[in-house]
């Protein structure tokens, strides 16, 4: 059964009201959506860019007939997909669901034997075709932007000759490799990490869609509409934090030659001036929330 990731604390903050719309950006396996629906009797508005969330938003929206819509689609294009409303909150669940990363298919895991794929739309470049045509230097360039991987010249350096033998075709080719290179790090934690995480990142474009779809919910929400935002790691969390910082003046701006951002000017209220986390029991539960941090801001006026 999957088990959504801070979702006591998503609708403390989000706040699900009778007769209020919500979107929920990364419906995923309909966890939040599920959540939010039977808080309130509100609507929910969600998408997922994954062709396999379909099915199971069909068998959400069997049960809420009347007030729940999904769309298929990048959240990115937010504006353009979804119904012009004033929309009373948005949630932003980021990264991959349960479903894709436990089933071996999709090459989202190294810890299953699959092909090197981690695509989330099914479509495009996959994480095959970075390792076995990207030059060298772009493909370092990719590990150290995108993971943070330090030994990212190395692992570059090896997976160039290593595909000089064979291409690689799976994902346990990749791990090993990485995981020779990199060596042990700390127990509980897999060295191929990082690489997987920047492979995926890269692929599905992961940095720009989050920028693009916090500016969008900056016109989908109404005055009062809650941002709530759940990320996985640090290069998301700074985004989101950066962006709420911006938007609330909370930022000093770049030149003490110029006035700062007039309070007026804001565009969000910050909710918690230092991100949520997951409690204890929920730590103890689901190892997957280890990491999660939750942000949310308030809508001002428009
Ligand atoms: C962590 S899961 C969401 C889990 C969900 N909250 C639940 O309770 O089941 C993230 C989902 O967001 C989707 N996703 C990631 N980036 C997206 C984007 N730019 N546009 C739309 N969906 C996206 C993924 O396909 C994945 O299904």
Redesign the pocket.
């Known amino acids: 059964m ?1 088990n ?2 801070m ?1 006591r604390e998503v609708l403390d903050t989000l706040s699900p009201q009778a007769r209020e719309t919500y979107i ?12 939010i629906l039977e808080k309130a009797k509100c609507s929910v508005v969600a ?4 062709p396999e ?1 379909l099915e199971r938003a069909e068998a959400l929206k069997a049960h809420y007939p009347d007030r729940f819509t999904f769309f298929p ?5 937010m504006t353009t997909l979804l119904p012009p409303l004033d929309y009373d909150g948005i ?1 932003f ?8 990363i436990d089933d071996a298919e999709r090459g989202f895991s190294f810890r299953h034997e699959g092909p090197l794929d981690m695509r ?1 739309e099914k479509q495009g470049l996959s994480a095959a075709d970075v390792v076995n045509t990207f030059e060298e230097k772009e493909i370092a360039r990719i590990l150290w932007v995108y993971g943070e991987e330090r030994r990212s010249r190395a692992i570059a350096r090896a997976i160039v000759e290593k595909r000089k033998e064979a291409l690689f075709t799976t994902t346990t080719q990749l791990a090993d490799l990485v995981r020779s290179i990199v060596g042990f790090e700390r127990v509980g934690f897999d060295p191929a990490t990082r690489t997987f995480q920047a492979l995926r990142l890269y692929v ?3 940095l720009s ?2 920028e693009e ?1 916090l500016k969008a919910s900056e016109d989908l929400l109404k005055e009062g509409g809650r941002l709530v935002v ?1 990320s ?1 790691h640090s290069l998301e969390d700074r985004i989101v934090k950066t962006f709420l910082k911006e938007k609330s003046g909370a930022l000093p701006h770049p030149s003490r030659y110029l006035p700062e951002l007039p309070q007026a000017q804001a565009i969000f209220v910050l909710k918690n001036k230092k991100p949520l986390t997951p409690q204890e029991d929920e730590l103890r539960s689901n190892p997957r929330a280890r990491s999660a941090r939750l942000r949310c801001a308030i809508r001002r006026a428009k």
């Open positions: 999957h959504p990731v979702v929920d950006a990364t419906f995923g396996a309909g966890g939040y959506s599920r959540a998408l997922d860019r994954d969330a689609g990048r959240f990115s294009d949630v669940d980021l990264g991959v669901s349960s479903p894709q989330m599905n474009e992961e869609e989050l779809g759940v996985f």
